[in-house]
């Protein structure tokens, strides 16, 4: 007989060699599960993402996303960002915006300097063409960032930390 020790053992094992923590997505499953994430989400570079599809306004999004006890994504990187890309295929919301001071672009996790505004000579961002506040992600663009009307209808994507298991 088999002791649960070794079974759990077993399972542990399984979890840490399918799921090594890097910047790669999580293949790690049992029931049905990825890795420590919540059932539906995705688990890449320590974090739990999962997409929303339906068009939301940037509020909406952001409040869709604190229900989920998540916060709205800004990307941290161009290696994550590629992996957004690969979750969304459409332009989506993300955690930044000027609402307080216009031209001074806040994100959630401010103490992150990536940004990756469109810097093209024809169509510079962020530009607040007609009063833009709210910042998202061109799909079309290989994930450069754009100011869009903060009401407009966009998919998001939602970000929380992932569980830390303990053996």
């Avoid at 399972?11 to 890097?22: A, F, I, K, Q, T």
């Avoid at 469109?118 to 962020?126: A, D, F, L, M, Y």
Wanted: aromatic share 10%; with cysteine; hydrophobic share 35%.
């Amino acid at each position: 007989m088999v002791s649960r020790g070794f079974i759990f053992g077993l399972m542990s094992l399984h979890l840490m060699m399918g799921c090594s923590g890097g910047n790669e997505m999580c293949k790690a499953s049992i029931g049905g599960r990825r890795g420590a994430c919540p059932p539906t989400w995705i688990q890449w570079g320590g974090k739990c993402y999962k997409a929303i599809t339906e068009p939301l306004t940037w509020w909406e999004a952001k409040d869709e996303c604190i229900k989920m006890g998540s916060v709205l994504v800004v990307p941290q990187s161009q290696e994550e960002t590629e992996f957004l890309l690969q979750l969304q295929q459409s332009h989506f919301w993300i955690n930044c915006n000027d609402l307080q001071e216009e031209g001074t672009w806040k994100c959630e996790n401010d103490e992150v300097e990536f940004r990756n505004w469109s810097t093209g000579p024809e169509n510079p961002q962020p530009d607040n063409w007609d009063g833009e506040h709210c910042a998202e992600v061109w799909v079309h663009q290989e994930g450069k960032w754009n100011d869009a009307h903060c009401d407009l209808q966009r998919p998001a994507i939602c970000i929380q930390p992932a569980p830390q298991l303990h053996f």
